[in-house]
């Protein structure tokens, strides 16, 4: 059985700080393409950032590039997403996704972020 928990989300006040973490359980993680994607209210889900096996290569929306960071822990079957300089306009639902080199995909159930002041 798959399992993608994500943890660390909550309040933040505006240029603060969350790291995100993604615990993985049930495929091959070090293969594994693994992003993070968003969903604010009312708004559809977008793609955050991702980072691909094994070379651990990475992009990013334009809209967190240079705030965000995105890595993994092979050793853990975990990914994380750094966000730094935190925004209002961030707030939304977090969602952690796998994409195995063979077989379905995989998502998350969320943690939320809030940012506000």
């Known amino acids: 059985q798959v399992q993608l928990v994500e943890s660390g989300g909550g309040l933040v006040q505006p240029g603060g700080s969350l790291r995100l973490s993604c615990a993985v359980s049930?495929?091959?993680?070090?293969?594994?393409?693994m992003s993070w994607y968003r969903q604010a209210p009312g708004k559809e889900r977008e793609f955050v950032a991702s980072i691909g096996a094994p070379t651990a290569s990475t992009n990013y929306a334009d809209s967190v590039q240079g705030r965000f960071t995105i890595s993994r822990d092979n050793t853990k079957s975990t990914v994380y997403l750094q966000m730094n300089s935190l925004k209002p306009e961030d707030t939304a639902l977090y969602y952690c996704?796998?994409?195995?080199?063979?077989?379905?995909?995989?998502w998350g159930q969320g943690t939320q972020v809030t940012v506000s002041s």
């Open positions: 049930g495929l091959t993680f070090r293969v594994s393409t």
């Open positions: 996704h796998a994409r195995p080199i063979l077989g379905p995909r995989y």
